[in-house]
């Protein structure tokens, strides 16, 4: 091979080399990084430091300050700008925060939450508007073998034993209200964790005004059972329930829009 051709074969393959690698080194390329910095906007929101039982006495420790970005927060959040003193406040005896709900950790505190001891009973401040708490006596075997717990909902039962026509007693039964909530049992309002049992000799239930009128005069008729109703029932709508009118010292229950039985005091 001439000479000639010799310098021209290396220099081709020079620049085939050379174009490997610059093609090589533009697929290996690392991407750009762009970084761009976003300035947010936080407040200081008063939350839970730790888990807050339904009726639990509070204290500055059951608290702290937690930022929170300006627009998630809520109007009736508590924040640290308008009240710089509440871990103060909260410190006193006479300002301590009883709780009305359970909160979590981390959970945003609102006024809606808690209120201040000597403010209301707890029982008072987890009852619904226009709703009445009255309690019945209940036993071992008219309150399901008292595996009852606060917010389990139960249908309410009237026993009453009256003189038949024949002169024995007869034994009637009928149902006063249905898919009543059940806010107490003794004086448990909430059912802790490994706390399997309610112990109490009575139930607090939630009731119209109206109901619980009936309630207590049915309490001086007979006896009162509570039956459980299956957590998939609590939000069920029953077929046409019992309306019960109260006159005098009677109930008179209507079932279905019919007259059935009429209960007197005797």
Do not use: C
């Amino acid at each position: 091979m001439k000479r000639a051709q010799l310098v021209g074969v290396a220099i081709a393959g020079a620049a085939g080399v050379a174009a490997f690698f610059g093609v090589m080194s533009l697929v290996n390329k690392p991407p750009k990084v762009v970084r761009e910095e976003v300035t947010t906007s936080t407040a200081q929101v008063l939350v839970a430091r730790t888990e807050i039982g339904l009726g639990q006495i509070t204290g500055p420790e059951s608290f702290r300050w937690q930022d929170w970005p300006q627009n998630a927060v809520s109007p009736n959040y508590i924040l640290r700008s308008a009240h710089p003193e509440i871990m103060k406040d909260l410190a006193r005896p006479d300002k301590k925060w009883v709780a009305r709900m359970p909160m979590l950790p981390g959970e945003p505190v609102t006024r809606q939450k808690v209120i201040t001891q000597g403010e209301g009973g707890v029982l008072a401040a987890i009852l619904p508007a226009g709703m009445r708490a009255i309690s019945t006596r209940i036993k071992e075997e008219t309150g399901v073998g008292r595996l009852i717990l606060p917010n389990d909902h139960v249908d309410v039962i009237l026993t009453q034993r009256r003189r038949g026509r024949t002169g024995g007693d007869d034994y009637v039964t009928d149902t006063l209200f249905r898919n009543v909530r059940v806010l107490a049992i003794g004086q448990l309002i909430e059912a802790r964790e490994g706390k399997k049992l309610a112990e109490g000799n009575t139930a607090t239930l939630e009731l119209t005004p109206r109901q619980a009128e009936i309630l207590a005069l049915a309490n001086s008729m007979g006896e009162i059972s509570l039956a459980l109703r299956s957590i998939a029932d609590i939000d069920a709508k029953d077929q046409p329930t019992s309306v019960q009118e109260k006159r005098g010292n009677s109930i008179r229950v209507l079932r279905y829009g019919v007259k059935s039985r009429a209960y007197g005091v005797n």
